[in-house]
C-alpha cells in the first residue's frame, strides 16, 4: 500500500530515526494493530467470563495506541497512524467473525459467547 500510495514523510521537524520508505500508511500502526487487536479480539472470544473479555479488550486497545510514537517521532502523519489502525481492525474484526462461524458450525469449540 505504501508504493500505491507513495506519500512522503513529514519534514515539519527532524526525524529521530533514519527513514526511507513512504509514509502512508503506517506500517508500525498496522502491525501493532493487527497483532494486539486479532490476539485481544480471538481471545475474548474464547473467554468465559465478562471481566475478562473485557480486560483482554481493553489492554489490546491500549497496546494497539501505544502505536502512535511514530507521529512524535517525526515520521509520519497522524492520519498514517489513524490508516494503519483502520487496515489492522478490519483484519481483526475479520479474524473475530471466522472465529464466530467457526463456532457456528462447531469446527471449534466454544467456552463463551
Do not use: I, N
Not at 500500500?1 to 506519500?7: H, P, Q, S, V
Not at 509514509?23 to 498496522?30: N, V
Not at 473485557?54 to 486497545?61: D, F, G, I, R
Amino acid at each position: 500500500m505504501k508504493e500505491l500510495f507513495g506519500r512522503e514523510r513529514p519534514d515539519v521537524v527532524p526525524h529521530l530515526v533514519a527513514v526511507t520508505s513512504p509514509s502512508f500508511p503506517s506500517g508500525h500502526s498496522l502491525l501493532a494493530a493487527v497483532l494486539y487487536l486479532t490476539l485481544g479480539a480471538l481471545l475474548a472470544r474464547f473467554a468465559a467470563r465478562r471481566h475478562t473479555k473485557v480486560y483482554l479488550l481493553t489492554v489490546a486497545l491500549v497496546a494497539t495506541f501505544l502505536g502512535s510514537s511514530r507521529v512524535y517521532l517525526g515520521v509520519h502523519y497522524p492520519s498514517d497512524v489513524l490508516a494503519g489502525w483502520c487496515a489492522g481492525l478490519v483484519w481483526a474484526l475479520t479474524c473475530w467473525l471466522v472465529a464466530r462461524y467457526l463456532q457456528a458450525r462447531g469446527a471449534v469449540g466454544k467456552t463463551g459467547a
